[in-house]
């Protein structure tokens, strides 16, 4: 099967700017998840959806993040304005049982979309 | 709340020496354990788990874990290490099923193997 496909792999923006990442899960798998990895830092959970709804947006820094997945298919990660600390690796992971992370139906990672705020 | 220690940031080898990167981890109840490895370019990958039952697992590429419950840790091991090794590891811990939860995601471990 397909794995989890994020774009762009990389995004150069000027604090201030837009910036909107994309993740595409496995087809089938309901739940998506959202990390992110500040440099030198660990990956850190930011959300997770089942479906199109939000299930836990505990890890989300601020207001200044909104992500979305309308239709339950892909989802958007919006960072509007970005800041210098935005900077980091976003990671995407999509699994069909929310509960056995780590089994043959547990999370897939996307490649992750390296962010620069300049 | 879960925390995940990893000990070693950075660790340079030589191929063929023996691998072990440290794992603590702090949580009051049963969790599961989890490496990951990222290789230069690609995605995180599941390297191997512990979920229950033997404490000695065995995952791919012939990396090994053992879970010491008294010790919180969950220590990965390989005996003779690859160029190919060369990658970020990364130790993770989830409480067990029963609901949603979250996987909690230790620094990571750069492993630099020299040939």
């Known amino acids: 099967e397909a794995g989890v496909t994020q774009f762009p792999s990389h995004s150069v923006i000027e604090k201030g700017q837009t910036v909107t990442l994309r993740c595409d899960p496995i087809s089938g798998h309901d739940n998506l998840y959202w990390y992110r990895r500040v440099m030198g830092k660990e990956i850190k959970f930011l959300l997770h959806f089942v479906k199109e709804s939000k299930q836990d947006e505990s890890g989300m820094p601020n207001n200044r993040f909104l992500a979305e997945r309308t239709g339950g298919t892909y989802s958007t990660l919006k960072v509007q304005p970005a800041e210098l600390e935005d900077s980091g690796v976003y990671f995407c992971?999509?699994?069909?049982?929310?509960?056995?992370?780590?089994?043959?139906?547990?999370?897939?990672f996307g490649s992750g979309t390296r962010l620069t705020v300049v | 709340a879960q925390s995940v220690s990893q000990h070693n940031h950075h660790v340079i080898l030589s191929e063929a020496a023996s691998l072990e990167l440290g794992c603590n981890y702090s949580y009051g109840g049963t969790v599961n354990l989890f490496w990951y490895v990222q290789y230069p370019g690609q995605h995180l990958q599941l390297l191997l788990k512990?979920?229950?039952?033997?404490?000695l697992v065995k995952g791919i590429k012939g990396f090994e874990a053992e879970f010491i419950k008294s010790k919180f840790s969950f220590n990965l091991r390989k005996p003779s290490v690859q160029w190919s090794d060369t990658a970020e590891y990364f130790c993770?811990?989830?409480?067990?099923?029963?609901?949603?939860?979250?996987?909690?995601f230790g620094i990571g471990t750069k492993l630099q193997v020299i040939p």
């Open positions: 992971a999509s699994s069909r049982n929310p509960v056995n992370a780590g089994t043959a139906y547990g999370y897939t």
């Open positions: 993770a811990v989830k409480p067990p099923a029963g609901g949603y939860q979250k996987v909690t």
């Open positions: 512990y979920f229950s039952g033997d404490p």
